[in-house]
């Protein structure tokens, strides 16, 4: 009997938000695709999550049986082609150690804290983690090169326009239905993929690293430069570095992005601009939701915005903003660098009554053909109750 795969949420998942309020870990992307589909390559094999409890309807666990081997994996860790062979080898009762932290563990049955007797292993290889937001953009070159290195393996691109002129073109892979024209491709610094059905309109300036999802579009005269990630059916232009968008948002219009992550069926309006360097040139610090107090972040990040939230035209962000879930931000002057879930204006801000953030959040959708549905809904008010104090 095949083994069956388990991605499992560590209790530091709070570390994540606000990308871990609407998913599990393994469902955020590094590079152009998430972790679970990352493991789903290459594994060759289907895997579900084990996750806080008002995220399992939408990621539902799927287990084995009583009889079967059950191998749960950390999905804070980038999986790697070694490291999925240890795991494709694991029999019933082994762990996998990495720097102290369990990886992986191989159970028996649906007891997946059953304890084992001796046989904890330590992997000796490289392995790189997504433990905190800031780590999205940092580790998006790896996971560029990565995915790309996946997707590609043993295929031909689609036959690249001569009306783009193209650097380095044997590090460009365009899936069929792609529409790529009068552009600048520079493959040089980093692979570029376009997605199924993407477009990259007229006057595009691209440097890659770049993966473009299924439908996304790059509007006329884009400048982007790695390493930058495009999810499915997104709308980007203006000027973007080093920041990754989830699937069906948009940033359609100019304004500057870099260093930076944007969660799914966000907007922000044109000439929004985001800081990711302090003028000081010093260390940014980020508001950490989960533990109430500053981290460090590197010397540079952006803004880091949860799904289903938006900004008006103009908006300005500070350096190391953290926008939470279903907020409106609007306004003349910076926002705060944290704005929680719900959120409703800028520098002054309320709560964002939770029929009206679900009614528009759900008209947001209906805009790319989308209908939101009831799990999604319930999600979104056990956040809010929980923001409130009501859950």
Known sequence: MDPNYILFDTPDRDLLFPFTHTRPSAACRVGLLSLQQKWAYLLGASLSHFTIDYLQPKFPLVTGGKEAVNILLNGHVLPTEEFAAVVKGMETGDEIYKDGSLIAKAVSGLDFLQSVNGKRKDFPGELRRMDHPWHIFQLNDYGIRQDFKMLTKGRKSAAISKTNQVISPENVFIEEGANVECSVLNASTGPIYIGKNAQVMEGCLIRGPLAMGEGAVLKMGARIYGATSIGNYCVVGGEVKNTVF????????????GDAVIGEWCNLGANTNCSNLK?????????????????????????????????????????????????????????????????????????????????????????????????????????????????
């Open 246 to 257: 989830f699937d069906y948002s948009n940033k359609g219009h100019d304004g500057y992005l």
């Open 279 to 391: 003028n000081n040139a010093r260390e940014v610090r980020v508001w950490m939701e989960g533990r109430k107090e500053a981290w460090p972040a590197g010397m540079k990040c952006g803004v880091l915005m949860g799904d289903y939230s938006r900004c008006s035209i103009n908006t300005m962000f500070n350096t190391g903003t953290v926008i939470g879930v279903s907020s409106n931000v609007f306004g003349s002057d910076f926002p705060p660098k944290f704005l929680p879930s719900f959120s409703w204006g800028g520098s002054s801000y309320g709560p964002y009554r939770v029929e009206e953030a679900i009614r528009d959040a759900a008209s947001w959708m209906l805009l790319k053909g989308k209908t939101m549905a009831d799990m999604e809904k319930s999600i979104l008010t056990y956040i809010f109750e929980l923001q409130t104090g009501q859950a």
